[in-house]
């Protein structure tokens, strides 16, 4: 069973660039698509992108496109999050999950295996 494990979270300045990245403490995460999601205070937890198994198929939900990329190295058992030019509103929980396909930006009831998150801060 998939278990991911996010890290990579902080405090950074509006403009900043930080990167995230999804291990697996159980599983073989190469064996899966792997999505990002965020939850922002009073928020619903949206999906912002996704990666399939190997790395072919791409989705980015349209506030993220063409600011953050999703990235994989199977040879390692990691899924990375780049994120560039962040601003305020890009302050979230961010959260790695697995167990559903990339065939579109992710939805959160189709995925069955979360990470505990990690804190993003976008803030001067």
């Known amino acids: 069973q998939l278990q991911p494990v996010e890290s990579g979270g902080g405090l950074v300045q509006p403009g900043g660039s930080l990167r995230l990245a999804c291990a697996a403490s159980?599983?073989?995460?190469?064996?899966?698509?792997i999505a990002w999601f965020r939850q922002a205070p009073g928020k619903e937890r949206e999906g912002i992108a996704c990666?399939?198994?190997?790395?072919?198929?791409?989705f980015y939900e349209d506030s993220v496109e063409g600011r953050f990329t999703i990235s994989r190295d199977n040879a390692n058992n990691m899924v990375y999050l780049q994120m560039n030019s962040l601003k305020p509103e890009d302050t979230a929980i961010y959260y790695c999950a697995g167990g559903a396909p990339c065939i579109e930006v992710p939805r959160k009831n189709e995925y069955e295996y979360w990470g505990q998150g990690t804190q993003v801060t976008v803030s001067s």
């Open positions: 990666i399939s198994s190997t790395g072919m198929r791409r």
């Open positions: 159980g599983g073989t995460l190469g064996y899966y698509a």
